[in-house]
């Protein structure tokens, strides 16, 4: 019923939103204590939340149960991937006048000239630009490696490593040289070809 009389009877001490139910609030409030009493027992990751908790753990599992309707590329959580095929790129950096698909991209990137690294390691305190960084990083200490190779079955620590070992299999060349037209199966390959060109 409150849904239909829109009573929102629990108000936050912090900020004074108000919330139609109890668990919101408990919710909410982790926003102002920086609780984060969930913890994942592979990475050591914690959360506020216990949903987030469960949407993490997708990265873990390798469920990738959304499916994007244009290229069929899936994903293990649903985001704003179509934002890819519109070629959308509404966010520009004002330092460098570089655009981006996504706001949180942005911020992210702004780091980059600020040369801020909020994100630092419990085991070794290196400390890194962006939280995806730091959880990557941290794999090195606990030897984790959730990207397996379904050809081969080797496993990798980051999914871009799996990315560059599934060229082994494909033999697929996607860098092309634009001055002779060469091509390679990894960026820092094609770059290392181009100094030939440039002289650098």
Do not use: W
């Amino acid at each position: 019923m409150k849904t239909h009389t829109g009573e929102k009877g629990y108000t936050c001490i912090m900020c004074s939103k108000e919330f139609s139910k109890n668990n919101h609030l408990k919710r909410h409030m982790t926003t102002h204590t920086g609780s984060r009493d969930y913890q994942c027992k592979i990475c050591i990751k914690k959360f506020t939340q216990g949903a987030n908790l469960k949407t993490h753990m997708l990265i873990h599992t390798g469920e990738k149960s959304y499916k994007c309707d244009v290229c069929t590329k899936a994903f293990t959580l649903k985001a704003k991937h179509m934002l890819t095929h519109t070629g959308n790129k509404e966010y520009q950096c004002k330092l460098c006048s570089k655009t981006f698909s996504h706001n949180y991209t942005l911020k992210s990137h702004m780091k980059i000239h600020t040369g801020e690294k909020s994100h630092q390691c419990d085991v070794c305190s290196k400390t890194f630009i962006t939280k995806s960084d730091l959880v990557e990083h941290i794999r090195i200490h606990t030897g984790e490696k959730p990207y397996q190779c379904n050809v081969c079955q080797k496993k990798f620590s980051r999914n871009s490593n799996l990315k560059k070992h599934m060229t082994t299999h494909t033999g697929i060349k996607d860098y092309q040289c634009k001055i002779c037209s060469k091509t390679f199966i990894q960026n820092s390959n094609l770059m290392k070809h181009t100094r030939t060109h440039t002289g650098q």
